[in-house]
């Protein structure tokens, strides 16, 4: 059965609607009954990362020059940033929330997301746990990512002020939240996000707008001290771009153009 311009390899459903896998030109997918992509894999490349987006969202390199300590992550979908993240940092240690068990499942059964000692995953709601434990964890992670979608935008119980505030929370001084939205600058959500986030991160936000795609790339800095100027990061870039044949050069010219006020505040005069 062919949907979405591909062939349908795997259909299901649970309390939170359908879980579609589809194939197309050597690319297999993630979708939650409709058509944007929740996940992506390269089948000739698995650990490639195959969607602009999540690309962009390894743009925190830029600013911190390893992931040797704790990261946490909400919304697993396909999987793809966490594999990245356990292939090239093998001293992390990640704990991925995700609401819904059976795409954990997808994950390990069609996206090849390994059982690894330095990974834990929990099934709950991500707003919700990152709320409870503002306190408890308190500067306990260098990296906080999320990407929480389902099939309307995004989850609604991260679309709230107090969870930026945990969010913030949650990373240690010198942390980076990265965060997936999407719609545009003109969508009042992202607005309103922006706003949430900027209070939040005392406007140390950086805006990544994923060219010809919807998504728009936050990097919010947690009291974060700049630990490189322009020519360094331009240096930084392109031996990145070597390292991990990721277009970083191209990240850190939009991250300049769109961010003409916020950026000197976060590189080195």
């Not at 090849?112 to 919700?128: E, H, Q, T």
Request: proline residues 4%.
């Amino acid at each position: 059965m062919y949907k979405y311009e591909g062939l349908l390899i795997h259909e299901s459903h649970d309390d939170e609607g359908i879980i579609e896998i589809i194939e197309c030109k050597g690319v297999r997918s993630l979708h939650f009954g409709s058509h944007p992509r929740q996940s992506s894999m390269l089948l000739t490349d698995p650990d490639k990362l195959e969607l602009n987006y999540v690309r962009a969202m390894t743009s925190w390199l830029l600013f911190k020059p390893t992931l040797n300590d704790d990261a946490l992550i909400v919304g697993l979908g396909g999987g793809s940033l966490t594999k990245h993240l356990l292939e090239h940092f093998p001293d992390c240690r990640l704990k991925v929330v995700e609401y819904r068990k059976s795409v954990v499942k997808i994950a390990r059964s069609y996206f090849g997301l390994p059982l690894d000692s330095r990974l834990k995953i929990i099934v709950d709601d991500g707003g919700d746990y990152i709320r409870q434990r503002a306190e408890s964890y308190r500067e306990h992670y260098s990296l906080l990512f999320i990407d929480a979608f389902d099939h309307e935008g995004m989850a609604s119980s991260i679309c709230n002020e107090a969870f930026f505030d945990a969010c913030q929370a949650l990373l240690k001084k010198d942390g980076i939240l990265v965060i997936n939205l999407w719609g545009g600058t003109s969508n009042p959500e992202f607005q309103q996000v922006s706003q949430w986030l900027a209070r939040a991160f005392n406007w140390q936000v950086l805006f990544l707008p994923v060219r010809d795609r919807g998504n728009i790339i936050a990097f919010a800095f947690n009291n974060y001290a700049p630990l490189f100027s322009l020519k360094e990061l331009r240096v930084n870039a392109l031996a990145l771009e070597q390292q991990y044949q990721i277009e970083f050069p191209t990240f850190l010219k939009d991250l300049k153009r769109h961010n003409a006020s916020t950026f000197n505040k976060v590189i080195k005069p």
